[in-house]
């Protein structure tokens, strides 16, 4: 029996390469407004979206975490940035970047079921996405409190995780299931 659903689920990859391609204002609506669906802790809603097609902002932010990683001296993250050309959002036209209020205690949890609404929706409108959490770390550099604000993130909201949005430029297969990480208990 087909289930539409689940086969967005199934079908979802983390994409890495995109096209230039704009992506309309009806379909970037369409994102947010999934995200907005999303549950919550105790219905608090404890997130901010903020969409970014500014090329100039998403490249902003982009060189403060590349600059960060470069003078933490962990090998593994230069080395990682390094194969992807220095580029976290793998040229993507739009990200949304997840501000949360921190003082919410469930906020990451929050944050994580809404970014994950958000890329079933963009697969179910024909989109890639790749959820991105390593951003954070320019948001740690003396910028951060500049990037915060050039994001529009509420007063008292911090970074929680982004997603990177475009049409796909690259072919990817499903990953490896391992069903000895179920267990069922009867």
């Excluded at 500014?54 to 990682?80: P, T």
């Amino acid at each position: 029996m087909f289930n539409q659903t689940l086969d967005i689920i199934n079908s979802r990859r983390s994409h890495r390469a995109y096209k230039a391609d704009k992506i309309s204002d009806e379909i970037l609506n369409d994102v947010l407004q999934s995200a907005l669906a999303s549950p919550s802790a105790m219905n608090l809603q404890p997130w901010h979206f903020s969409l970014v097609t500014d090329i100039n902002l998403i490249n902003e932010i982009n060189s403060a975490g590349c600059e960060y990683i470069r003078s933490s001296g962990d090998k593994a993250a230069i080395e990682r940035m390094e194969k992807r050309n220095w580029d976290i959002f793998y040229k993507a036209p739009a990200v949304i970047f997840i501000s949360s209020d921190t003082t919410a205690k469930w906020h990451f949890l929050d944050a994580g079921i809404a970014v994950q609404n958000i890329a079933l929706a963009a697969e179910s409108l024909g989109l890639g996405s790749v959820i991105i959490g390593m951003i954070d770390c320019a948001f740690l550099t003396d910028k951060g409190p500049i990037l915060e604000k050039k994001l529009q993130f509420p007063d008292g909201y911090k970074f929680s995780i982004a997603i990177a949005l475009g049409y796909p430029d690259d072919d990817k297969p499903s990953h490896n299931i391992d069903q000895d990480k179920i267990s069922i208990i009867k």
